[in-house]
């Protein structure tokens, strides 16, 4: 399977000092690179700019470190042959990564005060953010950015959310769970993913109206990152919630119930038949983050262990 790679476009901000500490960086990074392919996977690397006019050094571009012949012709190689695409968005058919791309959407996200939008992208794609290591704030197999998101409703949702990285090969080997699970995933769209519901979320169950919801998710749209991920938090919950109530506080994402006025103004349309022939009110929600505005709803009423999944897709009115 391939992965989408975001480049951490401020790992490449300040410039290696010399050309010398400029080929370690990209000599560090191949071999970043090398280890996660080593893990079964393709990559895809998602840049800002060109990856080829990236600055490493003062007069040193990386088009001129292909062409230098004191680094290893098999690593020049490598980058010439490594898949690229740029801006971020290239390919992707989003609007909202667009336009966090051009400064202007409802999601922006902060690393150390300064704008991060490779690492918020990744957030977005649920995927992994690479870097040069060209400072030691990047020697981190995870990191913290701040992300900001302004819901339909005009409330501003402040939140620390943790994005999966590496900028060395050690970083990867950390990893290797993580790529175990996305191989294993491996959905290739809204009618895969249906398909295997069972063997991927042994303890949710679906109501019948859910299926035309998920089918109709196209491969390769950030939707359906978000809509697995969502689906697999409140799996890995249920295998841990073997006893008491549910705990909102226990799931990765912020999942809310619905306000009173909404809840009484929308009641019917809350309501779904489950699997067991009862009607129930779905009113706890998860957010899809990104994505615009999506809500996973989904009932606790069965567990310990058990949850039900009511209604996937663009907000309730």
Avoid at 207 to 218: A, F, H, T
Wanted: proline fraction near 3%; charged fraction near 25%; aromatic fraction near 10%.
């Amino acid at each position: 399977m391939e992965i989408d790679l975001l480049l951490n476009e401020l790992s490449l901000k300040n410039p290696a000092s010399d050309q010398q500490t400029a080929r370690y960086w990209m000599s560090n990074f191949i071999q970043t690179i090398k280890a996660i392919k080593a893990q079964g996977v393709k990559v895809y690397l998602r840049t800002k700019d060109n990856f080829h006019t990236t600055i490493l050094a003062p007069d040193y571009p990386l088009r001129r470190w292909l062409n230098d012949q004191e680094v290893d012709q098999v690593e020049r190689g490598f980058i010439r042959t490594l898949a690229t695409g740029n801006p971020f968005s290239t390919n992707i058919a989003n609007v909202d990564i667009k336009d966090i791309e051009n400064n202007c959407g409802l999601s922006e996200f902060w690393y150390q005060g300064e704008t991060a939008i490779g690492l918020g992208v990744a957030y977005i794609l649920d995927t992994m953010s690479v870097s040069l290591m060209s400072a030691e704030c990047w020697d981190r197999s995870f990191l913290s950015i701040e992300a900001q998101t302004i819901d339909e409703d005009g409330v501003v949702i402040d939140e620390i959310v943790n994005i999966v990285h590496t900028s060395r090969s050690n970083h990867v080997e950390e990893h290797t769970e993580w790529f175990k699970n996305r191989i294993r995933l491996g959905v290739i769209d809204g009618e895969d993913l249906w398909n295997r519901r069972d063997e991927l979320f042994p303890s949710l169950e679906f109501c019948e109206n859910v299926s035309k919801q998920i089918q109709n998710l196209y491969y390769g749209t950030p939707i359906l990152t978000q809509v697995v991920n969502k689906l697999l938090e409140l799996e890995n919950y249920c295998k841990t919630w073997t006893e008491g109530g549910f705990n909102v506080e226990g799931i990765a994402s912020k999942a809310t119930p619905e306000s009173e006025s909404r809840l009484h103004k929308l009641v019917q349309k809350l309501t779904f038949k489950c699997p067991d022939g009862k009607d129930r009110i779905f009113s706890l929600h998860l957010r899809m983050t990104g994505a615009g505005a999506w809500r996973l709803h989904f009932s606790t009423e069965l567990g310990p262990g058990k949850i039900i999944i009511g209604y996937i897709g663009t907000k309730i009115q």
